[in-house]
């Protein structure tokens, strides 16, 4: 067994807890809901396993370093923090419904990571620049912040979804009365943005160090530079909006949805389409 | 007057802060699609002459560093200052405020709010605040009378977080300012065995005078097994009047300060000249000699005439060399050697150690920048005022003990500033510890 089949596995179980959670919001069952979890569980210690089974054969390919140094590794560790958060809130809130807006984003980061042609999927060396426990540090408090704002997105999509203009005439459909209250939701969505505020700007601050000590900048405002700082200001916006000028409700959850936007701008689009555009552009 | 009241009240406001901080995120994505810092004809090749020039008239190509963008923070960085200027004094009151003096009429309109009566036993009133005290709410206490108010708070400082957070931005700010106006970047190239004192910044290609001498002893390079770049390290020594003072191998990620200057390794270059040395075995003298590729070089006093005719590389970097060699009057040997690897050359009877090795220069940043721990400083408090404005509250609690005709009175009040449903917790923890104690004197009194 090795870690990209634990990790095979783990893509396939995300998608059945996806559709468990799915199932759930259509039908009332209270077993289904445990089974959901226990998949969404077992799936997340999968997906451990194979993150430290990775790890191990970087070890024993000579090369060891903790599996957080590509685009592949990190995606994998993404879809890892966006389950830890939301198995989290399961807990604490004891509410099931957040699952199947939250889960099927760490399937799809699963699928991307394994399926996408982009990727390579390969335990390379790190080169000199990455031989940094700063990047480490960077790498895993710029993800818990991106998956904190990924829960909170989908969050974003559960109120507009039961917040959503009806017409008057049929009674609400049954499904809506199981959803928490729009109340709650928003406040979990603002809770959750702050935790992911906190997060990106200690992630920013760890990449400004670790690049202060490998090149004497620690700011030099490249694209991936400017974009993160870019989603830092959406989410600072977004929190005065709230505190100071009483914004809340559909507004927010919109903003949590679109700020996520902003992070996987800064995430992956900046690496395929800036650089794309910049290629482009020089070639002709 | 009138004047400064109204540019007073335009950057008081928050809707300008979120105009501002609106505009910086909008306007920063020009720069991140429009690469930065290339030469004019870049953007003519690539936008059109019409365009270039417009680019160019508003500073796109620079942009970060423009009088606009500047002024964007500039004005972020009024606005943040008025605003915390108009509104601290307010917030400085409350946390200094003296509770006690609230009007009593208050206590009751608290959200959260509870009320005990009980007979009182002789008319001494009860000491609830001593139970508080011991629940982890030590308060104040002042009798008005008969009666008692007593108060308690816990986080009053988490008041300032957001004042903290606010004024980091500033610091980080003041920080960059600093490295600006007193700090330099730029690079430098120094071969092997060479030295230098001066420096070119970046942008801009200025001399800067370091004050003291970088030697660069030996450069060396590494690579894994599938080509990939493993490590580079120069042997770097400080010198000043010619005296060695400091010795560092530096790393990419492991750089070298001296009086604020720091050495950062990031680049090389292979030359087409070797680093020749030969050892006459049996006398162990030993010389090292530089020479291009393809010349030939003299060792006199050993009648040694040698060169290197040969070499294989893998881009930039020799792996191998070929030697010519010759002693006095036998016949020339050639012999392929690895790079940086001993060898013995047999010739005219002595046998000689020799060692070939490529001459690389050394690419290293240099920056100097008092700013940075201003920066960092700014970096720590923003991440303190965070934790204080999102995860601390300020709680409050009131306890009124009054004396009437049918008993004693007990008002219990409190409120926070924030997350109110954890306060709700908290409150009815309080709740309970009272009705303990009074639970407590009743069995105590009957
Ligand atoms: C990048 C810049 C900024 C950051 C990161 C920032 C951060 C924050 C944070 C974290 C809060 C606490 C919000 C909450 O408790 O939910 C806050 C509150 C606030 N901010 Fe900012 N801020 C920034 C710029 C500004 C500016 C330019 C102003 C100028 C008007 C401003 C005015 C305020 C005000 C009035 C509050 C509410 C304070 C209170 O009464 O508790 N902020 N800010």
Not at chain 1, 184 to 205: A, P, Q, R, V, Y
Not at chain 2, 14 to 34: E, Y
Not at chain 2, 92 to 104: Q, V
């Amino acid at each position: 067994m090795d870690s990209s089949q634990l990790l095979g596995i783990t893509t396939f179980t995300y998608l059945f807890s996806t559709l468990l959670y799915a199932f759930l919001l259509v039908f009332k069952t209270e077993r289904l809901g445990a089974i959901a979890t226990f998949f969404t569980v077992a799936a997340f210690f999968i997906q451990t396993a194979g993150i430290g089974l990775r790890w191990v054969e970087s070890y024993q390919m000579g090369i060891g370093h903790a599996p957080l140094t590509n685009m592949y590794e990190s995606v994998v560790f993404f879809a890892w923090t966006i389950i830890a958060f939301y198995l989290a809130i399961e807990w604490i809130y004891k509410t099931r419904m957040i699952g199947a807006f939250a889960v099927p984003l760490a399937f799809l980061a699963m699928a991307y990571a394994s399926f996408s042609s982009n990727i390579s999927k390969g335990i390379s060396p790190l080169v000199p620049a990455l031989q940094s426990n700063w990047l480490i540090a960077h790498v895993i408090t710029c993800f818990v912040g991106y998956a904190a704002f990924a829960v909170a997105a989908a969050m974003g999509i559960m109120y507009l979804w039961k917040s959503r203009p009806q017409p008057p005439s049929p009674p609400s459909p049954a499904q809506h009365s199981r959803l928490p209250s729009l109340f709650f939701i928003e406040d979990l969505i603002h809770k959750t943005m702050i935790f992911g505020f906190i997060w990106l700007s200690m992630g920013i601050i760890t990449g400004a160090v670790w690049a202060n000590s490998a090149w004497g900048t620690y700011w030099s405002w490249d694209p991936k530079e400017t974009w993160s700082l870019i989603t830092w200001f959406f989410y600072a916006i977004t929190l005065h909006a709230r505190y100071t000028r009483g914004w809340t409700g559909r507004r927010i959850a919109f903003l949590a949805v679109f700020g996520f936007l902003c992070v996987l701008f800064t995430y992956y689009g900046v690496n395929f389409l800036l650089s794309g555009l910049h290629s482009y552009g020089s070639s002709s | 007057m009138k004047l400064i009241n109204q540019v007073w009240a335009f950057f008081v406001s928050v809707r300008l802060a979120i105009f501002t901080l609106c505009f910086i995120a909008a306007t920063s994505v020009i720069g991140t699609i429009i690469p930065q810092g290339k030469p004019h004809d870049f953007y003519v090749d690539n936008f059109g002459a019409k365009t270039a020039m417009f680019l160019q008239i508003l500073d796109i190509p620079t942009m970060y560093s423009s009088w606009w963008f500047y002024g964007l923070l500039g004005v972020l960085s009024i606005n943040l200052i008025i605003c915390s200027l108009d509104r601290f004094p307010g917030v400085w009151h409350i946390i200094n405020a003296d509770n006690l003096a609230i009007p009593l009429e208050n206590i009751k309109k608290m959200r959260s709010y509870r009320q005990w009566r009980f007979p009182s036993e002789g008319g001494n009133s009860l000491h609830l605040h001593k139970s508080l005290a011991a629940c982890g709410w030590p308060c104040e206490t002042k009798p008005l009378g008969e009666n008692s108010l007593s108060f308690c708070q816990k986080g009053r400082w988490s008041r300032v977080g957001v004042y903290i957070v606010h004024t980091s931005i500033l610091l980080i700010f003041a920080g960059a300012l600093v490295g600006h106006f007193f700090g330099f970047k730029g690079s430098v190239m120094i071969p092997e065995l060479r030295s230098t004192e001066k420096i070119f910044t970046e942008p801009g290609s200025l001399q800067v005078e370091l004050g003291f001498t970088v030697r660069c002893n030996s450069f060396g390079l590494e690579f894994y097994d599938n080509g990939m770049p493993k490590e580079y390290k120069s042997s770097l020594t400080i010198l000043e009047n010619g005296k060695e003072i400091l010795n560092k191998t530096i790393k990419v990620n492991d750089p070298l300060t001296h009086r604020g200057i720091t050495f950062y390794q990031s680049s090389y270059q292979g030359h087409q000249e070797f680093l020749v040395e030969i050892t006459k075995t049996a006398t162990s003298e030993s010389r090292q000699f530089s020479l291009p590729f393809q010349q030939q070089i003299s060792w006199e006093e050993q009648k040694l005439r040698f060169g290197i005719i040969n070499a294989e590389a893998a881009g930039q970097r020799a792996l191998r060399a070929k030697i010519w060699f010759k002693s006095d009057d036998d016949p020339a040997i050639t012999e392929w050697l690895n790079n940086n690897e001993n060898i013995s050359l047999k010739s005219s009877g002595k046998v000689y150690s020799v060692r070939v090795k490529q001459l690389y220069s050394t690419g290293l940043q240099v920056a100097k920048d008092p700013g940075v721990w201003i920066v960092y400083l700014g970096c720590g408090l923003l991440l303190l005022g965070l934790y204080m404005a999102f995860f601390l509250s300020h709680k409050r609690i009131w306890l009124y003990q009054q004396v009437t005709d049918s008993g004693i009175l007990v008002s219990l009040a409190g409120s926070s500033n924030k997350n109110k449903p954890a306060f709700v917790q908290i409150f009815k923890r309080i709740e309970d510890c009272i009705d303990q104690s009074i639970g407590h004197h009743k069995s105590e009194s009957t």
